[in-house]
């Protein structure tokens, strides 16, 4: 089975701070995502990555960025988090094809608050 | 990518089919129609995905109709495990450029399996 790792399940922060949210699959995807999730809202995707040092921006890029220095992790990074950056954090993968077949697998998440 | 109307929640008898519509009615020829679910505090789970044929596989069945304006998702003896929020996604799939852009995911329907 696929499986994407995220290194925290809960973590909390500070206004200001540097954060750093990790992302590993094991299964040679190409494509990785971030996605943020805030109740009433949905998911909305952040910035995804179809190579290694490739990004691309999502929905909602404003206030992160992302870091794909190797095929199998994908960093999140909020530059100086803000307290409307609490969320819950997910990360999925997804084998590419010529067909771009959209199966995504997902991770844990990670509940980030800022405060 | 072609909107979607789900409704925002549905009760089902626990070992009763669960029946989960979708309305996609501007879906366009090359579009896909993917449903995911997420279980409380989980991240999303791929469920199936279909084109113009009927589709099953060991969790669910795809209904689309002729005229693919409409799906639905059947998961045939539903058990309290299947309590979760399942989210019916449009999509093309075929690009000419490769790569990937994440999925849209709306807000869903919350079926809720009664014992």
């Known amino acids: 089975d696929v499986k994407v790792t995220q290194s925290s399940r809960y973590l909390v922060k500070r206004t200001g701070e540097k954060v750093f949210l990790e992302c590993v699959q094991d299964m040679d995807h190409e494509n990785m995502f971030w996605y943020r999730q805030d109740p009433g809202l949905g998911l909305r995707l952040i910035y995804f990555s179809y190579d290694v040092k490739m990004k691309e921006k999502g929905d909602i890029p404003e206030g992160y960025s992302v870091s794909r220095e190797k095929k199998e992790r994908f960093s999140l990074i909020l530059e100086s988090a803000s307290t409307n950056q609490t969320s819950m954090y997910l990360c999925?993968?997804?084998?590419?094809?010529?067909?771009?077949?959209?199966?995504?697998?997902f991770g844990s998440g990670t509940q980030l608050s800022v405060l | 990518d072609a909107k979607t109307t789900q409704p925002p929640s549905m009760d089902c008898a626990e070992g009763r089919a669960a029946n989960l519509p979708c309305n996609h009615s501007?879906?366009?020829?090359?579009?896909?129609v993917y449903w995911y679910r997420q279980i409380h505090s989980q991240g999303p789970q791929y469920i199936i995905h279909g084109l113009k044929n009927n589709e099953t596989n060991e969790m669910a069945s795809l209904i689309i109709t002729e005229d693919r304006k409409s799906s639905t998702l059947i998961l045939p003896h539903a058990t309290l495990r299947d309590t979760a929020v399942y989210y019916c996604i449009v999509r093309v799939t075929i690009h000419s450029g490769g790569g990937a852009d994440g999925l849209t995911f709306g807000k869903g329907t919350h079926l809720i399996i009664q014992p």
């Open positions: 999925a993968s997804s084998l590419w094809d010529f067909t771009r077949d959209e199966k995504l697998f």
């Open positions: 501007t879906i366009s020829g090359n579009e896909y």
